[in-house]
Protein backbone atom coordinates (compact mmCIF):
# COMPACT_ATOMS: atom_id res chain seq x y z
CA UNK A 1 0.00 0.00 0.00
CA UNK A 2 1.58 3.45 -1.08
CA UNK A 3 1.77 6.48 1.62
CA UNK A 4 -1.50 7.89 0.15
CA UNK A 5 -3.42 5.02 -0.25
CA UNK A 6 -2.95 4.77 3.64
CA UNK A 7 -3.95 8.26 3.96
CA UNK A 8 -6.75 7.80 1.88
CA UNK A 9 -7.40 4.78 4.17
CA UNK A 10 -7.58 6.95 7.39
CA UNK A 11 -9.09 10.15 5.92
CA UNK A 12 -12.69 10.60 7.60
CA UNK A 13 -14.59 10.38 4.61
CA UNK A 14 -18.59 10.61 5.28
CA UNK A 15 -20.31 7.60 4.01
CA UNK A 16 -22.47 10.16 2.19
CA UNK A 17 -22.59 13.85 0.88
CA UNK A 18 -25.93 15.16 2.76
CA UNK A 19 -25.86 18.44 3.63
CA UNK A 20 -27.01 19.15 7.74
CA UNK A 21 -30.27 21.56 8.11
CA UNK A 22 -28.41 25.28 8.12
CA UNK A 23 -31.94 27.54 8.62
CA UNK A 24 -31.80 31.05 8.49
CA UNK A 25 -33.42 32.49 11.74
CA UNK A 26 -37.01 34.03 10.51
CA UNK A 27 -37.42 35.90 13.85
CA UNK A 28 -35.57 38.64 12.73
CA UNK A 29 -38.68 39.92 10.32
CA UNK A 30 -41.82 40.82 12.23
CA UNK A 31 -45.07 40.22 10.44
CA UNK A 32 -47.88 42.39 11.01
CA UNK A 33 -51.21 40.20 11.09
CA UNK A 34 -52.73 42.77 8.73
CA UNK A 35 -51.61 45.62 6.49
CA UNK A 36 -53.05 48.27 5.32
CA UNK A 37 -52.34 50.29 1.71
CA UNK A 38 -49.35 52.81 2.04
CA UNK A 39 -50.33 56.31 0.73
CA UNK A 40 -50.19 59.71 0.78
CA UNK A 41 -47.75 58.62 3.46
CA UNK A 42 -49.99 57.12 6.14
CA UNK A 43 -51.15 53.55 6.33
CA UNK A 44 -54.80 53.46 4.62
CA UNK A 45 -57.18 51.09 6.56
CA UNK A 46 -58.31 48.43 4.11
CA UNK A 47 -61.92 47.96 3.28
CA UNK A 48 -61.63 44.42 1.53
CA UNK A 49 -58.14 42.16 2.26
CA UNK A 50 -57.34 38.28 0.98
CA UNK A 51 -54.67 36.18 3.18
CA UNK A 52 -50.84 35.61 1.82
CA UNK A 53 -49.53 32.73 2.09
CA UNK A 54 -45.57 31.16 2.32
CA UNK A 55 -45.80 28.92 -1.18
CA UNK A 56 -43.44 26.47 0.44
CA UNK A 57 -45.59 25.29 4.02
CA UNK A 58 -49.29 27.05 2.38
CA UNK A 59 -49.32 28.59 6.05
CA UNK A 60 -51.01 32.37 5.98
CA UNK A 61 -48.61 35.00 6.65
CA UNK A 62 -50.32 38.20 6.72
CA UNK A 63 -54.10 39.83 5.83
CA UNK A 64 -53.36 42.61 2.80
CA UNK A 65 -55.32 45.29 1.56
CA UNK A 66 -56.95 44.25 -2.03
CA UNK A 67 -57.45 47.68 -3.29
CA UNK A 68 -60.64 49.03 -4.71
CA UNK A 69 -61.37 51.55 -7.22
CA UNK A 70 -61.51 54.57 -4.69
CA UNK A 71 -58.53 53.36 -3.04
CA UNK A 72 -56.47 53.37 -6.18
CA UNK A 73 -57.99 56.36 -7.04
CA UNK A 74 -56.50 58.32 -3.38
CA UNK A 75 -53.13 56.69 -4.09
CA UNK A 76 -53.66 58.48 -7.48
CA UNK A 77 -54.83 61.18 -5.62
CA UNK A 78 -51.97 61.72 -3.44
CA UNK A 79 -49.05 60.62 -6.11
CA UNK A 80 -50.96 63.88 -8.09
CA UNK A 81 -50.36 66.43 -5.51
CA UNK A 82 -47.06 64.95 -4.22
CA UNK A 83 -45.78 65.37 -7.89
CA UNK A 84 -47.32 68.84 -8.09
CA UNK A 85 -46.61 70.69 -5.07
CA UNK A 86 -42.88 69.66 -4.48
CA UNK A 87 -41.36 66.51 -6.00
CA UNK A 88 -41.15 67.60 -9.50
CA UNK A 89 -39.79 70.91 -8.91
CA UNK A 90 -37.14 69.33 -6.33
CA UNK A 91 -33.32 70.23 -7.57
CA UNK A 92 -31.87 66.61 -8.74
CA UNK A 93 -29.47 66.77 -5.60
CA UNK A 94 -32.41 66.80 -3.31
CA UNK A 95 -34.33 63.59 -4.96
CA UNK A 96 -30.78 62.08 -4.77
CA UNK A 97 -30.29 62.21 -1.38
CA UNK A 98 -33.22 60.37 -0.51
CA UNK A 99 -32.77 57.56 -3.06
CA UNK A 100 -29.21 57.44 -1.73
CA UNK A 101 -31.07 57.11 1.99
CA UNK A 102 -33.41 54.03 0.63
CA UNK A 103 -30.52 52.42 -0.88
CA UNK A 104 -28.43 52.78 2.39
CA UNK A 105 -31.54 51.54 4.84
CA UNK A 106 -32.22 48.63 2.56
CA UNK A 107 -28.42 47.16 2.92
CA UNK A 108 -29.42 47.66 7.18
CA UNK A 109 -32.25 45.58 7.09
CA UNK A 110 -30.80 43.08 4.13
CA UNK A 111 -31.41 40.17 6.26
CA UNK A 112 -35.15 41.03 7.26
CA UNK A 113 -35.84 41.44 3.66
CA UNK A 114 -34.26 38.39 2.33
CA UNK A 115 -35.74 36.41 4.70
CA UNK A 116 -39.08 37.85 4.31
CA UNK A 117 -38.67 37.44 0.61
CA UNK A 118 -38.13 33.87 0.80
CA UNK A 119 -41.23 33.30 3.22
CA UNK A 120 -43.34 34.85 1.05
CA UNK A 121 -42.04 34.26 -2.38
CA UNK A 122 -40.42 30.35 -1.87
CA UNK A 123 -37.33 31.55 -3.05
CA UNK A 124 -33.88 29.97 -1.76
CA UNK A 125 -32.57 32.04 1.08
CA UNK A 126 -28.92 32.02 -1.06
CA UNK A 127 -30.77 34.18 -3.72
CA UNK A 128 -32.59 36.48 -2.08
CA UNK A 129 -29.31 37.24 0.09
CA UNK A 130 -27.04 37.47 -2.45
CA UNK A 131 -29.01 38.63 -5.85
CA UNK A 132 -32.46 39.47 -5.01
CA UNK A 133 -31.16 42.29 -2.33
CA UNK A 134 -28.27 43.75 -2.86
CA UNK A 135 -28.88 44.30 -6.69
CA UNK A 136 -32.10 46.07 -5.38
CA UNK A 137 -29.98 48.38 -3.05
CA UNK A 138 -27.42 49.02 -6.55
CA UNK A 139 -30.52 49.67 -8.35
CA UNK A 140 -31.41 52.70 -5.53
CA UNK A 141 -27.36 53.99 -5.31
CA UNK A 142 -27.47 53.81 -9.33
CA UNK A 143 -30.30 55.69 -9.82
CA UNK A 144 -29.63 58.67 -7.44
CA UNK A 145 -26.30 59.08 -9.07
CA UNK A 146 -28.19 60.01 -11.88
CA UNK A 147 -30.76 62.22 -10.55
CA UNK A 148 -28.58 65.43 -10.60
CA UNK A 149 -27.30 64.69 -13.78
CA UNK A 150 -30.24 64.51 -16.03
CA UNK A 151 -29.12 67.53 -17.97
CA UNK A 152 -25.80 65.56 -19.16
CA UNK A 153 -27.36 62.56 -19.81
CA UNK A 154 -29.19 64.08 -22.50
CA UNK A 155 -27.60 67.43 -23.56
CA UNK A 156 -29.71 69.89 -25.08
CA UNK A 157 -32.95 68.01 -24.62
CA UNK A 158 -34.11 69.60 -21.66
CA UNK A 159 -35.76 66.45 -19.96
CA UNK A 160 -38.52 66.57 -17.79
CA UNK A 161 -40.89 64.11 -15.90
CA UNK A 162 -43.93 62.96 -17.03
CA UNK A 163 -46.04 62.87 -14.04
CA UNK A 164 -47.60 60.16 -12.09
CA UNK A 165 -46.05 56.52 -12.90
CA UNK A 166 -48.36 53.50 -12.44
CA UNK A 167 -46.72 50.65 -11.83
CA UNK A 168 -47.39 46.81 -11.78
CA UNK A 169 -45.04 44.41 -11.17
CA UNK A 170 -45.20 40.52 -10.36
CA UNK A 171 -44.08 37.99 -8.32
CA UNK A 172 -40.60 36.20 -9.06
CA UNK A 173 -38.78 39.37 -8.15
CA UNK A 174 -40.76 41.30 -5.84
CA UNK A 175 -38.53 43.37 -4.18
CA UNK A 176 -35.97 43.73 -7.46
CA UNK A 177 -38.75 44.74 -9.54
CA UNK A 178 -39.98 47.17 -7.40
CA UNK A 179 -36.38 48.68 -7.25
CA UNK A 180 -36.32 48.60 -11.17
CA UNK A 181 -39.72 50.44 -11.14
CA UNK A 182 -39.26 53.22 -8.01
CA UNK A 183 -35.47 54.26 -8.78
CA UNK A 184 -35.69 55.62 -12.02
CA UNK A 185 -39.00 57.33 -11.82
CA UNK A 186 -38.01 59.01 -8.55
CA UNK A 187 -34.61 60.00 -9.70
CA UNK A 188 -36.23 61.63 -12.76
CA UNK A 189 -38.84 63.64 -10.62
CA UNK A 190 -42.06 61.30 -11.00
CA UNK A 191 -43.77 59.95 -8.11
CA UNK A 192 -45.69 56.43 -8.12
CA UNK A 193 -48.55 54.30 -7.84
CA UNK A 194 -46.85 50.70 -7.22
CA UNK A 195 -49.04 47.35 -6.73
CA UNK A 196 -46.89 43.83 -5.90
CA UNK A 197 -48.09 40.97 -7.49
CA UNK A 198 -51.29 39.22 -5.45
CA UNK A 199 -49.01 36.71 -3.98
CA UNK A 200 -45.81 38.35 -3.10
CA UNK A 201 -46.93 41.65 -0.96
CA UNK A 202 -44.64 41.50 2.16
CA UNK A 203 -41.53 42.83 0.74
CA UNK A 204 -43.13 45.96 -0.62
CA UNK A 205 -44.83 46.49 2.02
CA UNK A 206 -41.52 46.77 4.42
CA UNK A 207 -40.09 48.92 1.50
CA UNK A 208 -43.22 51.55 2.23
CA UNK A 209 -41.52 51.45 5.89
CA UNK A 210 -38.15 52.23 4.35
CA UNK A 211 -39.38 54.67 2.59
CA UNK A 212 -41.16 56.37 5.44
CA UNK A 213 -37.56 55.84 7.21
CA UNK A 214 -35.71 57.70 4.65
CA UNK A 215 -38.26 60.69 5.15
CA UNK A 216 -39.82 60.61 1.25
CA UNK A 217 -42.51 63.30 1.44
CA UNK A 218 -45.95 62.06 1.53
CA UNK A 219 -47.70 60.87 -1.41
CA UNK A 220 -44.03 60.80 -3.70
CA UNK A 221 -44.42 56.66 -3.16
CA UNK A 222 -47.76 54.93 -2.94
CA UNK A 223 -48.43 50.97 -2.34
CA UNK A 224 -51.62 49.34 -2.82
CA UNK A 225 -52.02 45.45 -2.95
CA UNK A 226 -54.46 43.44 -4.84
CA UNK A 227 -55.04 41.32 -7.42
CA UNK A 228 -54.97 41.60 -11.38
CA UNK A 229 -58.11 44.50 -11.20
CA UNK A 230 -56.33 46.18 -8.69
CA UNK A 231 -53.50 46.31 -11.14
CA UNK A 232 -56.21 47.23 -14.02
CA UNK A 233 -57.21 50.03 -12.17
CA UNK A 234 -54.22 51.84 -11.60
CA UNK A 235 -52.82 51.62 -15.30
CA UNK A 236 -56.18 52.48 -16.38
CA UNK A 237 -57.23 55.74 -14.23
CA UNK A 238 -57.21 58.66 -16.47
CA UNK A 239 -54.64 60.93 -13.53
CA UNK A 240 -51.72 58.48 -14.14
CA UNK A 241 -48.85 59.98 -17.06
CA UNK A 242 -46.52 56.81 -17.36
CA UNK A 243 -47.54 52.84 -17.12
CA UNK A 244 -44.37 50.42 -16.35
CA UNK A 245 -45.68 47.26 -16.50
CA UNK A 246 -43.37 43.61 -15.90
CA UNK A 247 -45.20 40.76 -16.17
CA UNK A 248 -46.90 37.94 -18.89
CA UNK A 249 -47.07 38.71 -22.55
CA UNK A 250 -51.06 38.09 -22.20
CA UNK A 251 -51.27 40.87 -19.66
CA UNK A 252 -49.15 43.14 -21.67
CA UNK A 253 -51.43 42.86 -24.62
CA UNK A 254 -54.19 43.34 -22.36
CA UNK A 255 -52.80 46.68 -20.84
CA UNK A 256 -52.17 48.06 -24.04
CA UNK A 257 -55.16 47.76 -25.75
CA UNK A 258 -56.57 49.11 -22.41
CA UNK A 259 -54.67 52.24 -22.77
CA UNK A 260 -54.06 52.69 -26.45
CA UNK A 261 -55.18 55.96 -27.76
CA UNK A 262 -55.11 58.33 -24.11
CA UNK A 263 -51.91 59.21 -24.45
CA UNK A 264 -49.90 57.83 -21.69
CA UNK A 265 -46.46 56.62 -22.08
CA UNK A 266 -45.97 52.71 -21.52
CA UNK A 267 -43.37 50.10 -21.05
CA UNK A 268 -43.66 47.05 -21.12
CA UNK A 269 -41.45 44.00 -20.07
CA UNK A 270 -42.74 40.44 -20.58
CA UNK A 271 -42.30 37.39 -21.24
CA UNK A 272 -39.51 35.05 -22.78
CA UNK A 273 -38.48 31.99 -24.23
CA UNK A 274 -34.53 32.29 -24.17
CA UNK A 275 -32.15 30.25 -26.21
CA UNK A 276 -29.03 29.18 -24.53
CA UNK A 277 -26.82 27.86 -27.47
CA UNK A 278 -23.35 25.54 -26.64
CA UNK A 279 -21.11 24.96 -29.05
CA UNK A 280 -18.73 22.38 -29.67
CA UNK A 281 -15.58 24.49 -28.59
CA UNK A 282 -17.25 25.67 -25.12
CA UNK A 283 -15.33 24.75 -21.95
CA UNK A 284 -18.27 22.48 -21.02
CA UNK A 285 -18.12 22.33 -17.17
CA UNK A 286 -18.60 25.91 -17.07
CA UNK A 287 -21.57 26.02 -19.78
CA UNK A 288 -23.19 23.33 -17.06
CA UNK A 289 -22.58 25.32 -14.56
CA UNK A 290 -24.45 28.38 -17.02
CA UNK A 291 -27.13 26.33 -18.23
CA UNK A 292 -27.97 25.98 -14.34
CA UNK A 293 -28.13 28.89 -13.24
CA UNK A 294 -29.67 30.00 -16.39
CA UNK A 295 -33.00 27.54 -15.85
CA UNK A 296 -33.35 26.83 -12.41
CA UNK A 297 -31.98 30.15 -10.68
CA UNK A 298 -34.82 31.22 -8.74
CA UNK A 299 -36.83 27.86 -9.27
CA UNK A 300 -37.37 29.05 -13.44
CA UNK A 301 -39.78 31.73 -12.66
CA UNK A 302 -37.34 34.13 -14.74
CA UNK A 303 -38.89 35.68 -17.94
CA UNK A 304 -35.21 35.53 -19.21
CA UNK A 305 -34.60 32.10 -18.53
CA UNK A 306 -32.19 29.89 -20.65
CA UNK A 307 -35.74 27.69 -21.28
CA UNK A 308 -34.29 26.19 -24.46
CA UNK A 309 -30.85 24.76 -24.60
CA UNK A 310 -29.29 24.69 -28.33
CA UNK A 311 -26.23 21.73 -28.15
CA UNK A 312 -23.77 21.61 -31.09
CA UNK A 313 -24.32 17.57 -32.11
CA UNK A 314 -21.22 16.00 -31.83
CA UNK A 315 -20.75 17.56 -27.64
CA UNK A 316 -24.45 16.54 -27.08
CA UNK A 317 -23.78 13.15 -25.21
CA UNK A 318 -21.47 14.11 -22.74
CA UNK A 319 -22.98 17.60 -22.19
CA UNK A 320 -26.31 15.60 -21.21
CA UNK A 321 -24.24 13.54 -19.19
CA UNK A 322 -22.56 16.04 -17.05
CA UNK A 323 -25.77 17.98 -16.81
CA UNK A 324 -27.70 14.98 -15.18
CA UNK A 325 -25.24 14.09 -13.08
CA UNK A 326 -25.28 18.25 -12.09
CA UNK A 327 -28.60 18.12 -11.83
CA UNK A 328 -28.62 14.86 -9.24
CA UNK A 329 -26.60 17.44 -6.72
CA UNK A 330 -29.47 20.30 -6.70
CA UNK A 331 -31.42 20.21 -3.54
CA UNK A 332 -34.70 21.04 -3.26
CA UNK A 333 -36.52 22.05 -0.31
CA UNK A 334 -36.83 24.66 2.31
CA UNK A 335 -36.27 28.23 0.96
CA UNK A 336 -34.61 29.33 4.34
CA UNK A 337 -32.07 27.00 4.68
CA UNK A 338 -29.08 28.34 3.32
CA UNK A 339 -28.12 24.85 1.18
CA UNK A 340 -30.80 25.09 -0.74
CA UNK A 341 -30.82 25.68 -5.04
CA UNK A 342 -34.38 24.88 -5.40
CA UNK A 343 -37.05 26.49 -3.56
CA UNK A 344 -40.74 26.44 -3.79
CA UNK A 345 -43.08 27.12 -6.93
CA UNK A 346 -44.54 30.37 -6.19
CA UNK A 347 -48.37 29.44 -5.95
CA UNK A 348 -50.46 26.98 -6.51
CA UNK A 349 -51.47 28.13 -9.69
CA UNK A 350 -48.10 28.72 -11.23
CA UNK A 351 -47.72 24.95 -10.12
CA UNK A 352 -50.75 23.64 -12.00
CA UNK A 353 -49.12 25.85 -15.36
CA UNK A 354 -46.09 23.62 -14.82
CA UNK A 355 -47.18 20.54 -14.36
CA UNK A 356 -49.57 21.27 -17.58
CA UNK A 357 -46.86 22.14 -19.68
CA UNK A 358 -44.58 18.97 -18.50
CA UNK A 359 -47.48 16.46 -19.22
CA UNK A 360 -47.83 17.96 -22.86
CA UNK A 361 -44.38 17.66 -23.10
CA UNK A 362 -44.48 13.99 -22.23
CA UNK A 363 -47.80 13.51 -24.49
CA UNK A 364 -46.09 15.14 -27.54
CA UNK A 365 -43.15 12.42 -27.48
CA UNK A 366 -40.17 14.45 -26.02
CA UNK A 367 -38.22 12.41 -23.18
CA UNK A 368 -38.48 13.22 -19.68
CA UNK A 369 -35.57 13.63 -16.95
CA UNK A 370 -36.15 14.31 -13.32
CA UNK A 371 -33.69 13.47 -10.62
CA UNK A 372 -34.42 11.61 -7.93
CA UNK A 373 -35.39 14.09 -5.00
CA UNK A 374 -37.65 14.01 -1.50
CA UNK A 375 -40.05 17.08 -1.60
CA UNK A 376 -41.72 17.97 1.34
CA UNK A 377 -45.20 16.93 2.01
CA UNK A 378 -46.72 20.52 2.09
CA UNK A 379 -46.45 23.83 -0.30
CA UNK A 380 -45.64 23.92 -3.98
CA UNK A 381 -42.66 21.93 -5.83
CA UNK A 382 -41.61 21.22 -8.84
CA UNK A 383 -38.80 18.67 -9.42
CA UNK A 384 -35.81 19.97 -11.74
CA UNK A 385 -36.77 19.02 -14.64
CA UNK A 386 -35.27 18.33 -18.71
CA UNK A 387 -36.46 16.86 -21.84
CA UNK A 388 -34.54 15.87 -24.82
CA UNK A 389 -35.66 14.80 -27.83
CA UNK A 390 -37.59 18.04 -28.16
CA UNK A 391 -39.42 19.31 -31.60
CA UNK A 392 -39.45 22.84 -32.14
CA UNK A 393 -43.17 22.83 -32.81
CA UNK A 394 -43.53 20.99 -29.11
CA UNK A 395 -45.40 23.41 -26.54
CA UNK A 396 -42.19 23.14 -23.99
CA UNK A 397 -40.53 24.30 -26.82
CA UNK A 398 -42.43 27.17 -27.70
CA UNK A 399 -44.35 28.01 -24.60
CA UNK A 400 -43.05 30.01 -21.34
CA UNK A 401 -43.42 27.54 -18.88
CA UNK A 402 -41.77 29.68 -16.12
CA UNK A 403 -40.50 26.69 -13.91
CA UNK A 404 -37.63 24.84 -13.48
CA UNK A 405 -37.85 22.96 -17.26
CA UNK A 406 -35.36 22.61 -19.95
CA UNK A 407 -36.26 21.59 -23.34
CA UNK A 408 -32.80 20.33 -24.95
CA UNK A 409 -32.24 20.41 -28.66
CA UNK A 410 -29.61 20.09 -30.88
CA UNK A 411 -27.75 21.76 -34.14
CA UNK A 412 -24.97 21.21 -36.40
CA UNK A 413 -24.09 25.07 -37.82
CA UNK A 414 -24.01 28.46 -36.47
CA UNK A 415 -26.87 29.28 -39.06
CA UNK A 416 -28.85 26.46 -37.71
CA UNK A 417 -28.12 27.72 -34.18
CA UNK A 418 -29.22 31.07 -35.01
CA UNK A 419 -32.49 30.34 -37.33
CA UNK A 420 -33.61 27.94 -34.25
CA UNK A 421 -32.97 30.15 -31.92
CA UNK A 422 -34.62 33.17 -33.48
CA UNK A 423 -37.75 31.22 -34.26
CA UNK A 424 -39.89 32.62 -31.29
CA UNK A 425 -42.69 35.01 -30.52
CA UNK A 426 -40.23 36.50 -28.28
CA UNK A 427 -36.61 38.55 -27.96
CA UNK A 428 -35.87 38.95 -24.35
CA UNK A 429 -32.37 36.98 -23.81
CA UNK A 430 -29.98 34.72 -25.15
CA UNK A 431 -26.80 32.96 -24.29
CA UNK A 432 -23.98 31.91 -26.49
CA UNK A 433 -21.10 29.63 -24.92
CA UNK A 434 -18.15 28.96 -27.30
CA UNK A 435 -14.04 30.53 -27.25
CA UNK A 436 -14.21 31.88 -30.42
CA UNK A 437 -14.54 35.96 -29.77
CA UNK A 438 -15.52 36.20 -33.91
CA UNK A 439 -18.30 33.49 -33.34
CA UNK A 440 -19.69 35.34 -30.19
CA UNK A 441 -20.08 38.30 -32.50
CA UNK A 442 -21.15 36.70 -35.49
CA UNK A 443 -24.16 35.36 -33.37
CA UNK A 444 -24.82 38.25 -30.78
CA UNK A 445 -25.28 40.68 -33.81
CA UNK A 446 -27.82 37.99 -35.35
CA UNK A 447 -29.94 36.81 -32.55
CA UNK A 448 -32.88 38.86 -32.23
CA UNK A 449 -32.61 39.35 -28.50
CA UNK A 450 -32.89 42.48 -25.81
CA UNK A 451 -30.17 41.38 -23.70
CA UNK A 452 -27.32 38.54 -24.75
CA UNK A 453 -24.81 36.57 -22.14
CA UNK A 454 -21.23 34.93 -23.79
CA UNK A 455 -19.71 32.26 -21.78
CA UNK A 456 -22.07 33.21 -18.50
CA UNK A 457 -26.09 33.85 -17.61
CA UNK A 458 -28.34 35.84 -15.66
CA UNK A 459 -25.74 38.43 -15.17
CA UNK A 460 -27.22 41.79 -13.85
CA UNK A 461 -26.05 45.10 -13.34
CA UNK A 462 -27.78 48.24 -12.76
CA UNK A 463 -25.81 50.18 -15.41
CA UNK A 464 -27.04 47.39 -17.99
CA UNK A 465 -30.12 47.99 -19.78
CA UNK A 466 -32.87 45.36 -19.67
CA UNK A 467 -35.79 44.55 -22.15
CA UNK A 468 -37.25 42.76 -24.90
CA UNK A 469 -37.96 42.52 -29.02
CA UNK A 470 -40.62 41.55 -30.23
CA UNK A 471 -43.83 40.13 -27.65
CA UNK A 472 -41.37 40.26 -24.75
CA UNK A 473 -42.03 44.03 -24.86
CA UNK A 474 -40.78 47.22 -25.25
CA UNK A 475 -38.72 50.26 -23.42
CA UNK A 476 -34.98 49.53 -21.41
CA UNK A 477 -34.64 49.53 -17.53
CA UNK A 478 -31.28 49.83 -15.71
CA UNK A 479 -28.82 52.47 -17.45
CA UNK A 480 -28.81 55.23 -18.79
CA UNK A 481 -31.63 53.70 -21.27
CA UNK A 482 -34.32 53.29 -17.96
CA UNK A 483 -34.14 57.17 -17.49
CA UNK A 484 -36.06 57.70 -20.78
CA UNK A 485 -39.13 56.07 -20.38
CA UNK A 486 -39.36 58.42 -17.50
CA UNK A 487 -38.61 61.35 -19.65
CA UNK A 488 -40.29 63.90 -22.14
CA UNK A 489 -38.10 66.14 -23.48
CA UNK A 490 -38.80 69.98 -24.66
CA UNK A 491 -36.86 69.18 -27.81
CA UNK A 492 -39.84 67.29 -28.85
CA UNK A 493 -42.33 69.92 -28.14
CA UNK A 494 -44.38 67.72 -26.39
CA UNK A 495 -43.41 69.31 -23.04
CA UNK A 496 -44.23 71.96 -21.48
P1 LIG B 1 -48.06 35.92 -14.15
O1 LIG B 1 -48.81 35.38 -15.33
O2 LIG B 1 -46.62 35.68 -14.23
O3 LIG B 1 -48.72 35.64 -12.84
P2 LIG B 1 -49.24 38.41 -14.57
O4 LIG B 1 -48.87 39.11 -15.82
O5 LIG B 1 -50.55 37.74 -14.47
O6 LIG B 1 -48.06 37.45 -14.27
O7 LIG B 1 -49.11 39.37 -13.34
C1 LIG B 1 -48.16 40.40 -13.22
C2 LIG B 1 -48.79 41.55 -12.51
O8 LIG B 1 -49.86 42.07 -13.30
C3 LIG B 1 -49.42 41.21 -11.16
O9 LIG B 1 -49.13 42.28 -10.26
C4 LIG B 1 -50.90 41.15 -11.48
O10 LIG B 1 -51.71 41.44 -10.37
C5 LIG B 1 -51.03 42.22 -12.52
N1 LIG B 1 -52.18 42.13 -13.43
C6 LIG B 1 -52.90 41.04 -13.79
N2 LIG B 1 -53.88 41.37 -14.67
C7 LIG B 1 -53.78 42.71 -14.87
C8 LIG B 1 -54.48 43.67 -15.69
N3 LIG B 1 -55.49 43.31 -16.47
N4 LIG B 1 -54.09 44.96 -15.65
C9 LIG B 1 -53.05 45.35 -14.88
N5 LIG B 1 -52.35 44.51 -14.10
C10 LIG B 1 -52.70 43.21 -14.08
Redesign the pocket.
Known sequence: MTELERKQDRAPVPADWTYAPAPEARDIVTIEERYGHYVGGEWLEPTETYTTLSPATEEPLAEVGQATPAEVGAAVAAARDAYENGWSSLPGSERAKYLFRIARVLQERSREFAVLESLNGGKPIKESRDVDVPLAAAHFFYYAGWADKLDYAFPGRLPRPLGVAGQ?????FPLLMAAWKLAPALATGNTVVL????TTPLTALLLAEVIREADLPPGVVNILT???????N??THEAVDKVA????T???K??QR?VAGTGKHVTLELGGKAANIVFEDAALDQAVEGIVNGIYFNQGHVCCAGSRLFVQESVFEPLLERLKDRLGTLRVGDPLDKNTDIGAINSKQ?LRKIEELVESGVEEGAEIYQPACDLPDRGYWFRPTLFTGVGQSHRIAREEI?GPVLSVLTFRTPEEALEKANNTPYGLSAGVWTEKGSRILWMTSRLRAGVIWANTYNRFDPSSPFGGYKESGFGREGGLHGLEPYLEFEEDGRAG
Not at 195 to 198: S, T
Request: aromatic fraction near 10%.
Open positions: VIPWNKPAEGAGETGAVVFTGSEVGVIAQF
